[in-house]
């Protein structure tokens, strides 16, 4: 069983970077049954596909957010990163990372991180 | 961006009852549709996907159904512990848009 945990700064300043790291633990990121990917929830309110990597480092953003957004794999450390650059406030949330089974075309997200709450402010 | 809408928004309803959440796309997406079930604090769990295929673990009073645009998740014989949130999901093409979610609670 996959277990994923998220790990960044829980306060951001306004304009600046978000940085989260995903590491995943019981199996190798490196799959072809998985894609990995980051979803948001402001706080109160309801859930954001923010964009998923497959191993190989083919990327699918959100189109609301890909001006601002990187992620990336790290396959040496079992790890994926998600970068937003330029926050507001309205970029405050639960950050969560999941993995994506997607064997038989299907696209599940099966196990999440307990999710990080970040919070831009200055 | 396909549109997912749930309703109700908030479900009241007892322990033992049956109960039923729509959720509508804006377009037709096949079956490509997830139900999560997410309890306060705590990340979402999958409980069924590709509209009416049931997690390995999920019990089997959940059920789901539906295709194109039109698609539905029962719980039959509510518990204690289903008294959370409800999301649909759409697989079908990026972006992977959620519903607003559905609140079950105490009648």
């Known amino acids: 069983q996959l277990h994923l945990q998220e790990s960044g700064p829980g306060l951001v300043k306004p304009s600046e970077t978000l940085s989260l790291t995903c590491t995943v633990s019981?199996?190798?990121?490196?799959?072809?049954?998985?894609?990995w990917g980051w979803i948001r929830q402001p706080p109160g309110k309801g859930l954001e596909w923010i964009g998923n990597i497959y191993y190989s480092g083919s990327t699918q953003y959100n189109p609301s957010l890909k001006s601002r957004l990187t992620i990336e794999v790290d396959t040496y450390n079992n790890q994926f990163s998600l970068k937003l650059t330029s926050v507001t406030a309205a970029d405050t949330a639960l950050y969560y990372c999941a993995s994506i089974e997607v064997t038989g075309g299907w696209y599940k997200l099966e196990y999440w991180g307990p999710g990080t709450l970040v919070t831009v402010s200055s | 961006d396909i549109q997912m809408t749930q309703s109700p928004s908030t479900l009241s309803a007892s322990v033992g009852d049956k109960v039923t959440i729509t959720c509508r796309a804006s377009q037709s997406i096949s079956t490509y549709l997830n139900w999560y079930q997410q309890r306060p604090g705590k990340a979402p769990k999958l409980l069924i996907y590709?509209?009416?295929t049931l997690e390995s673990g999920v019990p089997p009073r959940f059920s789901g159904s539906g295709s194109g645009t039109e698609f539905a998740l029962t719980i039959s014989g509510l518990q204690p512990e289903d008294f959370v949130t409800y999301y649909c999901?759409?697989?079908?093409?990026?972006?992977?848009?959620f519903g607003q979610g559905t609140k079950l609670d105490f009648k």
């Open positions: 019981g199996g190798s990121i490196i799959s072809s049954s998985f894609y």
């Open positions: 999901q759409q697989s079908y093409s990026t972006p992977y848009t």
């Open positions: 590709v509209a009416s």
